[in-house]
T-cell receptor, first 118, second 113 residues
Framework: GENVEQHPSTLSVQEGDSAVIKCTYSDSASNYFPWYKQELGKGPQLIIDIRSNVGEKKDQRIAVTLNKTAKHFSLHITETQPEDSAVYFCAASSSGGGANFGNEKLTFGTGTRLTIIP | DADVTQTPRNRITKTGKRIMLECSQTKGHDRMYWYRQDPGLGLRLIYYSFDVKDINKGEISDGYSVSRQAQAKFSLSLESAIPNQTALYFC????????????FGPGTRLTVL
C-alpha cells in the first residue's frame, strides 16, 4: 500500500517569512495530492490540492509543487501570518478506476505543526 | 465544518465497554468516512462507505464496526473498548461527482481507561 512521509514534524518561522513542508510517497500510481490544515480543536480542512498531470499550483499565499519522478510534493506558504499557525497534513491517493471509484482512500502523512512567531 | 457533526465530542469510558460514536451530515454526500488520529501518526482510515449498502474496510478496521443508517448518518462502534483505542476520531464526507475534497467533522476525543 501507499506510504507517505512528511517532514519536518515541527516548524517555527518568523511572521512574514516563508514556510516549506515536504512529503514523499511510495506508490507510483498515486495521482491526487491534497493538503489539509487542522486548527486547534477542529477537523482538518482542505487548503490546496494537486493532481499528477500538473507540476505546480498556486492559490494566493500558498502553493504546492509535485515531482513525480522523485515522488515528492511540497507545500509553500509565503508571507506567513499568525493565522497560519496550525498542523498541516499531506496526503496521497490513487483512483481505483471505474465509474464508482475516485480518490476516496487517502493516505495521510504524520503532520507538521507550524508555529508563526510574531 | 458545521455541516458535519459528531456526537459526543468527548467520551471517557472503561476497558471492555461498548461505545458508539455518531456522525451526521447535511451536505447530501454519499461518501462517508471514519478516521482515527494519534499523535505522530497522522490520520488513518478505519471504514468508508459509498452509500447505505456499500461499506468498506480501511487501513485499521480491526476492533471497530460501522453502521450506515441513512445517507446522512454513519456510526462507529467499539464493541469492547481497549486502552489503545484512546484517540481522536473524525468523520468525513465527500461528493466525488463534484470534487475529491473530504469535509471533516469536529472530532470526538475518546479515552479508554
Amino acid at each position: 500500500g501507499e506510504n507517505v512521509e512528511q517532514h519536518p514534524s515541527t516548524l517555527s518561522v518568523q511572521e512574514g517569512d516563508s514556510a516549506v513542508i515536504k512529503c514523499t510517497y511510495s506508490d507510483s500510481a498515486s495521482n491526487y495530492f491534497p493538503w489539509y490544515k487542522q486548527e486547534l480543536g477542529k477537523g482538518p480542512q482542505l487548503i490546496i490540492d494537486i493532481r499528477s498531470n500538473v507540476g505546480e499550483k498556486k492559490d494566493q499565499r500558498i502553493a504546492v509543487t509535485l515531482n513525480k519522478t522523485a515522488k515528492h510534493f511540497s507545500l509553500h506558504i509565503t508571507e506567513t501570518q499568525p493565522e497560519d499557525s496550525a498542523v498541516y497534513f499531506c496526503a496521497a491517493s490513487s483512483s481505483g478506476g471505474g465509474a464508482n471509484f475516485g480518490n476516496e482512500k487517502l493516505t495521510f502523512g504524520t503532520g507538521t505543526r507550524l508555529t508563526i512567531i510574531p | 465544518d458545521a455541516d458535519v457533526t459528531q456526537t459526543p465530542r468527548n467520551r471517557i469510558t472503561k476497558t471492555g465497554k461498548r461505545i458508539m460514536l455518531e456522525c451526521s451530515q447535511t451536505k447530501g454526500h454519499d461518501r462517508m468516512y471514519w478516521y482515527r488520529q494519534d499523535p505522530g501518526l497522522g490520520l488513518r482510515l478505519i471504514y468508508y462507505s459509498f452509500d447505505v449498502k456499500d461499506i468498506n474496510k480501511g487501513e485499521i478496521s480491526d476492533g471497530y464496526s460501522v453502521s450506515r443508517q441513512a445517507q446522512a448518518k454513519f456510526s462507529l462502534s467499539l464493541e469492547s473498548a481497549i486502552p489503545n483505542q484512546t484517540a481522536l476520531y473524525f468523520c468525513a464526507t465527500s461528493d466525488p461527482g463534484t470534487s475529491d475534497t473530504q469535509y471533516f467533522g469536529p472530532g470526538t476525543r475518546l479515552t479508554v481507561l
